[in-house]
């Protein structure tokens, strides 16, 4: 038996979405255009009948109108919500979340609702039938299970245009209050059956991204069952014994291996349910979720980092350390607290994060005397120390790093990893006696940074300097490892290196100074120059966004917590316990003859799963390598191995595993950053034309310019290269282009010839050829 | 040329202190009642001539009087102080600084003075004439090269009474203002030649501890340099050049191997300035600080940790980490702020830590909706996640780890490790179908906590449970591994290890909850049983006050950043350029040779100083095991092994270097644990009398009664058995004795009989016998 044809697509579609929070007004304006002209103007898809009723036209008018009808009717039927709220626009359950979190109205705690249209396969001819599934947020709707309960075939996820046909709103605004006495017969609908009895409160879309209903599950249950008809049931679904009955249902339905694993692929296709090229925002935070590796926390800009995503930062780690102790640096922990006088000493550094310093005023019910900061970084919270500490050159070279958390405040939109809160990193801190001995290490470490993104993350980098205006606030020079995300054409800074020369240890700032050794007299000082680098958890978000695909995550093998997962298949419900035991030694067997030789190898042995369950599981969750072991398999002593990334099958001899399989992972490894390589360097753009910039830049490229180095032309390239027509993201902050580095190799463009060479910008004598592009 | 002679004792007297800031009306009282003792009363030590005079009458008068007269007497010299500043009593400079840095008119930055008396050599008949040495903070004074500098024979730490004699002070509350036209012909005075054109504020005493007076580094040494006579001038030294200066001024005095040793051992002793039995917790902060463990941080309660003891964290860290992975716990991170509502959840719970909760209520210029908590701990941050995680039992158990910081904003004493406010720690959180699997869990996170004590740290400790009391807020048992400090008879709480039950998880908190897999009806729902466990940086500071010494830290083997350091020896001016190299090269050598082994090794060839000097610095910090090589250990192909734990010297032949280390540190590591356990066990009484209570713990013991285990009972002991005459230590937070634990292991002890051994302190039924006393 097969059991894997019951996996199906795992569809949310309440996750396909665009984060376009902020344009509230012009969602509303678009859903009523759009619904005007389906009601004035000829439309190629053809009008059911009640679509033109009166309470489907005041759902859709706009959105305060609706959330007032909508009470209207549900104290009607003596349902009085516990709170109703306007907000942002918000599509994403992510965003939805947060704006309701952010609203003082919203209850303390409360669980999603979502809304998923599916349309069951039928006769072209045939009117459909759509399958509208109402289910809690975390709750598992696998679409195939469900289509085989209620003996429909292959529901797939409903287009746009259904969803306008049956209910005049698009898949972000669809809602269980959608359902009414016209659109339910219509309809075969399905409910969660964990809703009803559930203690807690549900937030439900107002028919529209910008408002909310709270209602309790037995509200909302009451509110669709009473809709119920003798010919028109509601379903009560418990999606948690359909997602485990799989393996014994399928008992019933043999079917041929080569059509079961077209369906898998068809399955995996839709994992993620966001395709990254259509909704990246979207696609990135379902592919987080998905993968298990983070969780939204209730205090905004704040993630959980679950083990999947802390394993890899573990492994970012002890890699580091191991290379930083090589260069003499030493860990230790300086407090997270700081001092007001001492945090703002240095002013321009403080001006760079002012705006974002957290605040502690009060301990227990006592007022602080001096509100004290939580660092955002901590310069200035070490420097008196090592003023204190370095009082001969024979104290120098000092090099401290401590991995930590800093907090950062911002009001801008939170993004997982790349923007958050607070977030995990590395601060290095070293002083040295001479400006040499300061620039080199500034190199090897941000040599390190390329390293952990290259060597380990297949990240490609472009290591350079920042311009003046991008350096860090208050150091002498910025270098940098930049980076790039293809799908949104937008660089990324990975890591930086400061050389802070001698601006935090002259004398009238934290006067860290030493008697100059090889001066005769004996009276010369020397401030001591001084370096800080960072790193931080960015890391995993730019490699989760460079090499994930339409199926989830894909992991480079070198920091996967697992790199081969071994699944048992062909197990049915025929097979004999003996044959069952067989196959699963046996998986349990080649993990740990890999583990023996430094694979992170795990037997998938779960009995509840179907192989394509778990196929679809791991997928998701990026595991470089699957090995698959059925009885054939068995019988040829091979087992069956596939590529996450390509996709690949290939069977290994079992004889040969221990040697095929770490070659195996060192090829991903490889073909993952060739891959990324190509990819970010075919969008590296040389460009001598300021015409050619923007064209360039809406094209998804980073363009290299022979660049002048002045800081007004860089604020000109900012503003005049802001003015594209391409709609924004708005989670990137910056829509014009900066300057992301002037890259160490320039060999890589035609020579600049002194004198001739122009800037496209602003016709002064080019210096350096310098990356520009939208950014993170 | 045996140049460690010259180390002699690097003392500083300031460091010898009673920590009893609290007690400032006492102190004051306490100086008065002295005084006046001194001048009616008869009095065994004869009174110099000068001491009845006016001006160290007045000083001594009280500590407002002092200061103002100090004040109108720098006037007059047309001194105006910065600022003058009233505080706590405080005794050591921790403290000080601490007292100043939470006055609002003391100035932002400062240094602190110290002053500090020696009594030189003379024949026990003559006057002595003190040397006072007047000096910066952090100036290493070294009273060997000083009194040969000065041509003053064997100048040692003055005693109280000599302080008394000359200037009518106690040792802390000594200042160069009590140099006067009076004091100062009478001593030799030293002053830091640093001082006079340092730009910092200096903190002066007011001739008392809970004043201080804030004068320019020029105010300061014009007021003692115009005490200056032909006859007795202020020498104004260079401690710098004086500790580096002491190889090429040993090569003029070349002296015996014997007398040397015997000097170094007689320097070693006085290293840390303060002796461990007189007073322990002056004597803990100055091994943390000489060991360069630990420096103080300008946020009361918050310290820094340098690498010296970050480094011993993370070997704990390593450690533990492969062991909890074992058991199947990840890591992870959650965020370290969370909501109030969510904080607050538990009443019981938040009860145990509202006092002590930081709140952030401002970000940038901003103040926030709500206030927000920094974590005191996890389980409220964490467990709503939990319940949204754990939808299945088959989603259990789920094991979470994380290493973090947590605050504490206690407002008691800090004390560096023990009791900080902000701290790092481990808090894993698991959720467990049932009882019995969280209870085995409960005592294999225990058992861990135990070795890492008891094998990594040498430690000993005792496995037991909390009475209902001590447990932990909102838990259902609280297991502990209880440590016990000898030096000041108290017990240590080391780690917990607690079974939170259902208390979390029950549907009025979170409602963590899945359905019984056992139950054939498919109706029952069984609420995850939960345990939380946590292992902070306070292991550190147990492990420093159990092993260290007069000659300051002793590191155990096993968690020491470095276990041999290697010193060559016998080098003098004379010695050729060669044979140096050839004593350096085979220092380096055998540190490869040791390393390539596994044994952190270090060759410690700095040329600046002197071998006794490194031997000091090494002994210190707590190096285990030190190997010198010199010419006649090359000779004979050897080298002297001293281990620090014992002093005990012993050649071992090159050729077996790689074979008698390894074996020699294992020894050392399991030579501390016994004698820390025999130490523990020596002072664990068996006592069934409550007329042998106190005295027991007033003998620094722990003592073990068989317990009716009733929570009226465990008051009523505290109470009663706070009532001793011992002078309090306020550092310990509690005076009366606290049950301990119940020990797992009730062997130790005569055999309970039910009904007929009664509780000593309330004659109920005894239930186990039961560790109670004072406690940190």
């Known amino acids: 038996m097969l059991a894997s044809r019951f996996v199906a697509g795992r569809c949310v579609g309440i996750f396909r979405n665009v984060y376009r929070s902020h344009i509230r007004t012009h969602l509303i304006t678009f859903a009523e255009k759009r619904f005007e002209s389906t009601l004035s103007a000829p439309h190629s898809v053809p009008l059911p009948q009640h679509h033109n009723n009166h309470l489907s036209r005041s759902f859709s008018r706009s959105a305060m109108a609706s959330v007032e009808s909508i009470v209207q009717q549900l104290q009607g039927l003596s349902i009085t919500p516990a709170a109703t709220v306007s907000h942002a626009a918000a599509s994403s359950p992510a965003t939805w979340r947060e704006a309701l979190e952010q609203s003082s109205s919203a209850p303390k705690s409360f669980e999603l609702i979502k809304t998923i249209v599916y349309k069951p396969k039928t006769a072209k001819t045939a009117t459909p039938v759509p399958l509208v599934v109402v289910a809690r947020e975390g709750t598992d709707v696998i679409s195939g299970a469900l289509g085989k309960k209620l003996n429909l075939k292959e529901p797939r996820l409903a287009s746009e245009d259904l969803l306008t046909e049956f209910f005049s709103l698009d898949k972000n605004s669809l809602s269980p209050l959608a359902l009414n006495e016209q659109t339910f017969p219509k309809v075969v609908t399905v409910i969660d059956n964990t809703i009803e009895s559930a203690s807690t409160i549900f937030a439900i879309r107002g028919l529209s991204t910008s408002s909310t209903i709270f209602l309790t599950g037995r509200e909302l249950f009451s509110y669709i069952k009473r809709l119920e008809t003798q010919e028109n049931a509601l379903h009560e679904i418990d999606f948690e014994a359909l997602r485990t009955d799989g393996p014994a249902a399928s008992a019933t339905t043999p079917a041929k291996k080569e059509k079961e694993s077209a ?28 993968a298990d590796m983070l969780d939204y926390y209730n205090v905004s800009g704040c993630y959980i980092l679950k083990p999947w995503s802390y394993s890899i930062w573990e492994i970012i780690q002890d890699w580091f350390n191991k290379e930083i102790k090589e260069l003499g640096v030493q860990n230790a922990y300086f407090p997270m607290f700081v001092s007001q006088s001492v945090l703002e000493k240095e002013k321009d550094h403080i001006e760079g994060f002012s705006p974002e310093v957290a605040w502690v005023t009060r301990a227990g019910k006592s007022d602080l005397e001096e509100p004290i900061a939580i660092r955002p970084t901590s310069e200035t919270a070490m420097y008196p120390y090592y003023a204190k500490w370095i009082r001969s050159h024979r104290d120098l070279p000092l090099k401290l790093n401590q991995w930590n958390s800093v907090v950062r405040w911002e009001f801008k939109n ?26 080199i290490e500034v190199r ?91 790193l931080s958890t960015r890391t995993i978000g730019v490699m989760v966004m460079t090499h994930g695909d339409n199926q989830g995550l894909i992991l480079p093998p070198r920091v996967a917590a697992i790199q081969a997962v071994i699944i048992p298949c062909g197990i049915a419900a025929k097979t004999s316990d003996e044959q069952r035991k067989t196959i699963n030694d046996k998986c349990e067997e080649l993990a740990q003859q890999l583990k023996k030789i430094g694979v992170k190898a795990k037997a998938d042995l779960r009995d509840v799963h179907t192989p394509g369950f778990k196929f679809n599981d791991w997928e998701q969750k990026g595991v470089p390598l699957r090995l698959e072991i059925g009885p054939a398999d068995l019988a040829k002593q091979q087992t069956l191995s596939v590529r996450r990334d390509t996709g690949i099958k290939a069977p290994i001899p079992l004889a040969q595993l221990t040697t095929v399989v770490p070659q195996l992972l060192e090829t991903i490894q490889s073909d993952l950053f060739k891959k990324a390589q190509d990819n970010y360097y075919s969008r590296l753009k040389e460009i001598t034309k300021w015409d050619d910039i923007v064209p360039a830049l809406d094209n998804k490229c980073v363009v290299a310019l022979p660049w002048c180095e002045e800081e007004a032309c860089e604020d000109d390239i900012k503003e005049r290269s802001g003015q594209s027509s391409e709609p924004q993201d708005e989670r990137a902050p910056s829509a014009g282009a900066k300057s992301l580095c002037i890259p160490f190799d320039q060999s890589r463009w035609t020579p600049i010839v002194p004198g001739q060479t122009k800037c496209p910008a602003c016709s002064k004598d080019a210096k350096r050829w310098t990356l520009f592009g939208r950014s993170y």
Request: glycine share 10%.
């Open 263 to 290: 369906k898998i692929e068809g399955a995996a296709q839709i994992a993620i349910g966001i395709k990254k090229e259509v909704d990246f925002a979207g696609w990135y935070t379902n592919v987080l979720l998905k």
């Open 444 to 534: 090897q470490i941000l040599d390190l940074y390329r390293r952990v993104y290259e060597d380990l993350l297949a990240v490609p980098v472009i290591p350079g300097v920042k311009s003046e205006k991008e350096k860090f606030a208050g150091g002498l020079y910025t270098t940098t490892v930049e980076g790039f995300i293809p799908t949104s054409g937008r660089g990324i800074q990975a890591a930086t290196s400061h050389c802070l020369g001698q601006n935090f240890s002259r004398p009238e700032m934290f006067n860290i100074v030493v008697e100059d050794p090889n001066d005769p007299t004996g009276q010369g000082k020397i401030y001591v120059w001084q370096n800080s680098w960072g």
């Open 414 to 439: 939170p993004q997982p990893f790349l923007r958050t809160r607070e977030f995990l990193w590395q601060e290095g801190h070293t002083a040295h006696l001479t400006k040499p001995e300061a620039d």
